[in-house]
């Protein structure tokens, strides 16, 4: 049966993944404080099933600081502060949707349910220390979790930045769906690049009017503008 939850099972028998689950309970047991909580790192798998995916958003490394990362890329959880990336995705989502409202938190959550695979390349991180984890093991998991949707499912895919790019291009392109893929390519939306085109990127209203050429749903990226929305003065 092709799931995620069958994906992670044939992956959790592999050396590689056993060493890599070595290396997070030894970083534990020394008291390092270790990011998502255990219980959230495959999050992006379970609020997205595989056969629901529409889209694949690629991040590199989850948020390393106390309480804001919770096993999506992009997001953190209501009560958070809105990290920089994130508000520069919902400035170039109101670039596509004007009439947008910009929510008061960064909960992607309702992304993923509507079928938008959040996923970072490393699903853990040492706290204060990003990319601590890159070497551990989740680069071939997630690059493998790519590889099995690509091979049993088409969908669109907004790669930001280099690192994304160079992750996914090359399995996409080597994929049975291929032809079936919706690639978008833009700069990071971190404040040190997103004014170099990311902003303006289009890519929200591009993605949706692909998925409602293949007969599926658009995703609501925000809510729209009401007089009791709640709306950031950043914009």
Request: charged fraction near 15%; proline fraction near 6%.
């Amino acid at each position: 049966m092709v799931s995620w939850q069958t994906f992670i099972a044939q992956e959790q028998k592999q050396a590689y993944f056993q060493e890599l689950q070595h290396n997070l309970q030894a970083e534990r047991a020394r008291g390092v404080n270790v990011y998502p909580p255990e219980n959230e790192i495959f999050k992006a798998f379970e609020l997205t099933p595989i056969e629901r995916v529409k889209v694949v958003i690629l991040g590199q490394d989850p948020y390393h600081q106390p309480t804001q990362a919770h096993g999506l890329a992009f997001s953190v959880p209501r009560g958070v502060k809105t990290p920089p990336s994130l508000k520069n995705i919902y400035k170039a989502i109101l670039h596509d949707y004007p009439n947008s409202a910009i929510p008061a938190h960064g909960d992607l959550q309702g992304w993923a349910e509507q079928g938008v695979l959040l996923l970072n390349t490393s699903l853990t991180v040492r706290e204060n220390a990003a990319g601590s984890h890159a070497k551990f093991g989740w680069q071939q998991f997630t690059q493998n979790a790519l590889k099995y949707l690509a091979q049993h499912h088409g969908c669109a895919y907004l790669l930001w930045g280099k690192h994304a790019q160079q992750v996914a291009k090359p399995i996409i392109a080597e994929s049975l769906y291929s032809e079936h893929a919706k690639v978008l390519e833009s700069v990071h939306p971190s404040p040190l690049s997103a004014h170099r085109g990311f902003l303006t990127c289009g890519h929200f209203r591009n993605v949706n009017q692909w998925l409602e050429a293949q007969g599926k749903s658009p995703i609501q990226w925000l809510p729209e503008a009401s007089e009791e929305s709640e709306q950031y003065t950043f914009l």
